[in-house]
């Protein structure tokens, strides 16, 4: 008898037929003999939704209030599949995120679990029911309700596989696994069989919604073995391994991520001490700084631009704004028509010819490079974002990523 604790995220638990299709799942694998423990997101696009209603009605929308908004969505869902899960005939009890023992720091939107405890779900299990836990919420400190962010069931399962010794960590989704790039942009896009947690996090740090890179982050340090897997059928999904690529490919996937934009500070002194002024007064701001670029320097003057989510361009402006004259800067241009497209590969490290590859690609194409930034297994392009699909599609076939790694011709 193997434990397994079922993520299933809000296309899967979309509407009442999705619903009791969970449910038939959950009577399928306990016949099987196999102990079950769901976690589930709100449904559909609820959360959108309720973000969207609390903006219309309010300004400030308050983290406390926001938290036990949100929380609301998967905590509907929780109850509907258990009235589902008992109209099979199966016991079950839905929990919130504090019944099943998630405590948290007190950021609201963004909580992190300082601990779990979940007492409650061990004992539901002992008594033969299935439990359906809430995602994405826990209990601060200060007893209030806390949302862990987007995304945050995965993190949630990922939590209770590792506390409750599960077996494995299934991840169901509206896609049969983690794909070579996104399959709504490249229709012959592959399902990949395995990925290792270091490819995995780079396409998750690089615009891959699926999992949630703290889940990832996760699973890895706590050797959570994780599936990711459809909702819709019981063929084997992607399974996340520590070790490199069992398929050995030079390279994984290509992602991109259009939630960036670029600022340029201008014009600044080319002297010792600009390039530290400017990055620590954007970090006193807590502005996420990306990837960074200088240009070559002209009679004592250079351009520096940098990357930065978009819901942090106005606070860079402030910040920026305070210093261009220290600086010399004679201007700063934000731009947020840009996306970044990814390609990932824990064999590139030892292919050399694989980022001349990508640029010619790019450049076959009549797309032009503004940035580049690479780590030991990924290079990064900024591109105009009108371009970015064009881009993923090119680089997919150049690479022949559609191909199973053992079929591909040497690049
Ligand atoms: P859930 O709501 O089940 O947690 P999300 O909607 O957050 O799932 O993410 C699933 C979506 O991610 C898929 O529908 C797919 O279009 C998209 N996606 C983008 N890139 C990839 C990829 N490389 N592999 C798999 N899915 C991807
Ligand atoms: N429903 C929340 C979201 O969409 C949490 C989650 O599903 O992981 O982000
Ligand atoms: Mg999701």
């Avoid at 959950?26 to 959108?48: F, I, N, P």
């Avoid at 896009?189 to 890179?213: N, V």
């Amino acid at each position: 008898m193997a434990l397994y604790v079922q993520k299933f995220g809000g296309t899967s638990v979309g509407d009442p037929d999705r619903i009791r299709e969970v449910a038939d799942h959950v009577a399928r694998c306990r016949k099987r003999g196999d102990e079950v423990v769901l976690v589930v997101s709100a449904m559909g696009k609820e959360t959108d939704e309720l973000i969207r209603l609390a903006e219309q009605v309010s300004r400030a929308t308050p983290g406390r209030e926001m938290d036990m908004l949100i929380t609301g969505g998967e905590r509907k869902a929780c109850a509907l599949v258990s009235m589902a899960l008992h109209d099979k005939g199966i016991e079950s009890a839905s929990f919130t995120g504090s019944q099943a023992g998630f405590l948290t720091d007190t950021t609201h939107r963004n909580a992190k679990i300082l601990e779990l405890n979940p007492y409650r779900i061990r004992e539901a299990l002992a008594a033969g029911r299935v439990p359906v836990v809430g995602g994405s919420q826990g209990v601060s400190a200060d007893n209030d309700v806390t949302f862990f962010g987007r995304g945050g069931s995965d993190t949630t399962a990922v939590a209770l596989a590792h506390a409750l010794g599960a077996d494995a960590c299934e991840l169901y989704t509206d896609v049969p696994g983690v794909f070579t790039t996104d399959p709504r942009v490249v229709a012959d896009a592959r399902k990949m069989d395995r990925i290792s947690f270091d490819e995995l996090l780079e396409m998750t740090a690089t615009g891959c919604p699926k999992p949630a890179m703290r889940s990832v982050e996760l699973a890895r340090s706590r050797g959570v073995t994780l599936h990711v897997r459809s909702a819709f059928s019981w063929v084997p999904g992607t399974w996340v391994t520590e070790e490199a690529s069992m398929e050995r490919a030079i390279i994984s996937a290509v992602t991109h991520d259009t939630s960036e934009a670029k600022m340029t500070v201008s014009g600044v002194s080319d002297r010792p001490g600009v390039a530290a002024q400017l990055f620590r007064t954007l970090a006193d701001a807590e502005v996420n700084v990306d990837m960074i670029v200088q240009n070559v320097s002209e009679e004592g003057r250079t351009d520096i631009s940098f990357t930065l989510p978009h819901e942090q361009i106005s606070r860079a402006d402030d910040a920026v704004a305070a210093i261009v004259d220290e600086l010399g800067s004679d201007a700063v241009i934000a731009d947020d028509d840009i996306a970044r497209v990814s390609l990932i590969g824990a064999g590139m490290k030892s292919n050399p010819g694989v980022a001349a590859t990508m640029f010619e690609t790019l450049s076959d194409n009549g797309i032009n490079i503004e940035m580049i930034s690479t780590s030991a297994i990924r290079i990064s392009c900024v591109v105009r974002q009108a371009q970015a699909e064009a881009a993923v599609a090119a680089l997919h076939a150049a690479f022949q990523l559609e191909k199973a790694p053992e079929d591909r011709t040497d690049i």
